[in-house]
C-alpha cells in the first residue's frame, strides 16, 4: 500500500514537471506571450532558500525557509510563491505547492525519511517567474525520542514516580493520613436515609462518554455506592446519556450486587439509557426526580449547564444531594444546590477513599508531592517574575524564564 | 480470568498510549485509538437504541404508570429515525444531506427540536434566581464576601453597572463596577480556577496510574 | 444628571405595558419585602413568577440598551477586522438547540463580520445537532445577506464529524483524513476554498462556538497551541469562566453570554452601516437579561432580609 502511493506520488511528480517546464500550463506560463507585452513581468527571485529537516519527528516533515523576493513588497505585484521539489537523483524539479505573497516559510509534510531532498522557490507574478536557485540538499530523519517534551517527562517522572512510592509504601502498612472529605462520609447516611424512607436513589454518572475520566471516576464511585444498596437492598436508578455508559454502569451493578452477595437483586434495567441530546437528558432525569422522588441523588460526573438544572430539582423534592464534578464552571451550582460537593480532585479521590484500601489511600499522599512541587513552582515563579521585572535582575529575570520554559508544552 | 485480561488490555494500551508522546514515530497512535472508540461507539448506539425501545414498549405493553410519556418517547424515536434514514420530504434525494435546507428532518429539528432544547436551557433563569435566593446570605465572612462579589458581577453584566459608576474620575476607573467585575474574574476568579485546575490535573493522574496498575478496577465490578 | 437615561435607553413598543409592569414587578418586590421583614422566606413559586415576569416583558415590549465592546471582546474583533482580505477563518458550531439562543447570535456575527472582510470561511461542527444550527446561519445569515458569495470560493461547510476531540487531533495535521468532502460530497481538492488549506495550521484564525464539550478549551489543547493558529472564542456565559485562564495568549478574545454577543454586534453596526438593519438579537435579548438580574439582585437582598430577621427573633430570650 506504502509502496503503491510512492509510486503514483512519483508518477505525479514526473507529470507534474514536464507539465510545468513545458510551459504548457495555462494558468501560470514561465514564458511570457511575446504578443502581450503590457504584461510581462520578470520578478526578483527569492534568496537563501534553507531547507532543514524538522526535529523531533517521523522524519515526514522538511521546514523550508526563504528570503522573500524584493519585489514583494505588498503591492500585489507578486502573486505568489510556487514550491518545487526534486529528488538528489532526478533531474527536473515538481511543483508540490504554492503559497500565497508574503510568505517566507512553507512546511513540507510529504517528504519521506531518508530520501535526500532539494527545493527551488519561484515567485510568480502576472505573466512572468523568478526561481531561486536551488536549496542546499535535506535528508529528514526520524527521531525516537522527542527531548522537546523532556521538562513534561520529568515532571510526569516525578508525580508518577511519587504515586507509585506512596502506592508501595502503604502496601508496607504504614498509616497514612487523609482529611475527611465530608461529601464521602455522608454517603452512608444518604443512603441509610433511603431505605429508611422505603424510596429510590438516583445516581448520575454526568453526561460524557467513557473516554471522559471524569465519567470512569462516576462509576468507580457508582460501585461502591452500589455495594452498600445491595447490602441495605434499596432501590437504585441509574439514567444515563450515554449507550457505553450504560453498559458499563451495568456491569458495575451486577458485580456489586454479586460482591454483596445479593445477584437475585440486581436487574438490567437498573441503569437505563435515555438519550445522548443533553437537555433531552435532563427532561427526562427531572421527570424521575419529580414522579419517584429519590431520598438521595448523586450526581458524580462530568456536567455542564444541566447541574443546576438537575440539581435545583432535586432540592425542590427535599432529597438529599451529593455533587461532585472537575468541571469548575459547575462547582457553584452544585455548591449551592446540593448539601455535599465534592470539589474537582475530590471526585477522583472519592473511590480510593471510600474503599479505605491502603494502596489506593497511598495514591492520594503520591498526589500531594505534585501539589507541593506546582507550590513551589507558583511562589518561586511570582516572587523571580517581580523582581526580575521590577528591578531589572537578569539573573533573576533568567531563573524566571527557566521556570517557565520548564512548565512550557510547546 | 475474567477481569485480568480487561487489566492486562487496559494497562498495556494505557501505557503504550503514554509512551507514544515522547516518540515521534508513536504520536499518530492517539489518533488511531480515537478512532477505534468512535467505531465502538456508534456501534454501542444500537445498545443504547435497542434499550430504549425495549424499557419504553414493554411500559407501553403493559399499560404500566405513566405510560403516556413512553409513547411520545417511542413516537419521537422513531419519528426521526424513519425521517432522517429514509431522508422524507428532502429536496435533494435521498443523496443529499439529511440536513439540507427544506428537508423535513431539518424542518423537524428546527421547529421541534430547538425550541424544545432552549425551553429546558431557558430553566436555568428561574433555577439561578431560586438558587441565589437561597444560597447568598451574610451568614459568615467567607459568604458576605462571595455575597459581595455576585453582586459586583451581576450588576457589572448590566448596563446599570456603568450608569451608577461612570461619574467615577479615569484614574480611579478599576473602580467602576463593570471594571471591578472583570477583575474578580480575571483575579481571584482565576487564580481560584487554576488552583482547582492544578488539583484535578494531579487528580487525574493519580486515579489514571490506579487504573492502569489495576489497583482501581471497581469499574470493571470488582470491589477488593 | 437627566441626561443620560435617553443616552443608554431607548424605550420603543408600548411605553405604558412597559410602566405597567414595571409598577408590578415593583409593586410586587415592595410586597415581599414587607413580608421579609416579618421574616418569612419567599416560595419558590414566587421567585419563579418574577423571573418569568422581568424576561417576558421586555421581549413583549423590547427595551434595548447601548453596548460597547470591552476589551476582551474588542480584541477578537479588531484581529477579524485586521486580518488581510482572503485569510481563511474557520468558525466550528460546537453547540445544540438549548444553547444556540445564547450563542447563534455571536455565529451569525462572525459569519457577517468575516464575509464583509472577505475572507474565506470554512464553517465545520463537532456537535452532531450543531451541523442543522450551521444550516440555520447559512440560510438566515449568509445566503440572504451575501448573495455574492458563492460556496466553495468564498466559504466552505464541512458539516459534522463524530469523533469529538479525535478529530481535532487528525485535522490538525490533515484536513482531507478526517473531511475526505465537504457536507455536498465535494471532494476538498475541488473546493477552491482548500486549495491552499491542507491543516488546522494553514488557517489565520479559528473561532468555536459553543459551551460544553469538545468545545473552545478542547480546540485549545488539540489545535490552538499545539499548532500555533490564533483562536477566539463565543460561549455560553455559564461557561466564560472556565476560559480566562486561556486569555489572553491562547485565546485572543472571548464573547461570554449575550452581553458579549450584544457587543460584539454593537461594534459591527458602529463600523458597517450594511448591518445597521438586520437582526440583532444579542442587543434584543440584553433588555430581558438585565431585567432578569435586577430582579435575582432583589431577591438576594430580600433573602438576606429575611435571614437577619430570622436570626435576630432566634436570639430574643
Known sequence: MRNSRVKVNGLFFVLISVFFYSGLSAEEPLIPNPEDTTKICIPRPPTNVLATDAVYDKGNVVNLNWVPSPDDNGDGKILQYQILRRLENDSVFALIDSVIAGTAFYKDETVESGQTYQYMVVAICDGGSGPSEPSPPVTPDMEWLNFALSNIFVIGLLICGSVIYFIGKAKSGRPLFIRKIAGLEAVDEAIGRATEMGRPILYVPGIQDMDDVQTIAGLTILGRVARVVADYDTKIKVPVSRSLVMTASRETLKAAYMAAGRPDAFNENMAQYITDEQFGYVAAVDGMIIRERPATTFFLGAFFAESLILAETGNSIGAIQIGGTANPAQLPFFVAACDFTLIGEELFAASAYLSGEPRQLGSLKGQDVGKALAMIAIVLGAITTTIGQAWNFEFISAIADLLNSLFRTN | MRRQVPLIITFFIGALLVISVFIPPMVSLKETFTLYFDIIAVFAFFLGGGNLLRVHLGKLYGKKQDWGFSLVTVAGFAMMLIVGLFKIGNPGGIAASITAEGSLFQKLFEYIMVPLGSTMYALLAFFVASASYRAFRAKNREATILLIGAFIILLGRTPFGMMLTSWIPEQLSILQIPNLAIWIMNGPNLAGQRAIMIGIGLGVVSMSIRILLGIERSYLGEDK | ?317
Open chain 3, 1 to 317: 444628571m437627566t441626561g443620560w437615561i435617553p443616552r443608554i435607553i431607548a424605550i420603543s413598543g408600548s411605553d405604558i405595558g412597559i410602566i405597567i409592569s414595571l409598577v408590578v414587578i415593583g409593586g410586587g418586590l415592595a410586597w415581599l419585602l414587607k413580608q421579609s421583614i416579618k421574616a418569612g422566606d419567599v416560595d419558590r413559586r414566587i421567585v419563579f413568577l418574577f423571573i418569568f415576569i422581568s424576561v417576558s416583558v421586555p421581549i413583549l415590549f423590547p427595551i434595548t440598551f447601548s453596548e460597547t465592546a470591552t476589551p476582551i471582546v474588542k480584541k477578537l474583533y479588531d484581529r477579524i477586522e485586521n486580518l488581510p482580505e482572503g485569510s481563511a477563518v474557520l468558525i466550528s458550531f460546537d453547540f445544540d438547540p438549548a444553547m444556540a439562543p445564547e450563542v447563534q447570535p455571536m455565529a451569525d456575527a462572525f459569519a457577517r463580520h468575516c464575509l464583509a472582510k472577505n475572507h474565506k470561511v470554512i464553517f465545520m461542527s463537532l456537535w452532531a445537532t450543531g451541523q442543522s444550527l450551521l444550516s440555520t446561519t447559512l440560510q438566515n445569515v449568509v445566503r440572504p445577506e451575501f448573495p455574492e458569495k458563492i460556496e466553495g470560493v468564498d466559504f466552505a461547510n464541512l458539516g459534522y464529524k463524530a469523533g469529538n476531540e479525535g478529530v481535532l487531533n487528525v485535522i490538525v495535521t490533515n484536513f482531507r483524513k478526517m473531511f475526505p468532502t465537504d457536507v455536498n460530497s465535494i471532494p476538498l481538492d475541488s473546493i477552491a476554498v482548500f486549495k491552499k488549506i491542507r491543516s488546522c495550521q494553514d488557517l489565520d484564525l479559528i473561532i468555536s462556538i459553543g459551551g460544553g464539550k469538545p468545545g473552545a478549551k478542547e480546540w485549545i489543547l488539540f489545535v490552538g497551541d499545539p499548532a500555533n493558529v490564533p483562536m477566539g472564542c463565543g460561549v455560553a456565559a455559564v461557561t466564560a469562566p472556565q476560559l480566562y485562564p486561556y486569555y489572553p495568549k491562547q485565546l485572543l478574545g472571548i464573547l461570554g453570554g449575550i452581553k458579549g454577543a450584544a457587543e460584539y454586534e454593537s461594534e459591527l453596526v458602529r463600523h458597517y452601516d450594511r448591518f445597521a438593519d438586520v437582526k440583532k438579537p444579542g442587543l434584543r435579548m440584553m433588555g430581558p437579561q438585565t431585567l432578569a438580574h435586577v430582579v435575582i439582585m432583589a431577591f438576594i437582598v430580600l433573602g438576606n432580609i429575611s435571614y437577619f430577621v430570622t436570626r435576630r427573633r432566634g436570639k430574643k430570650p
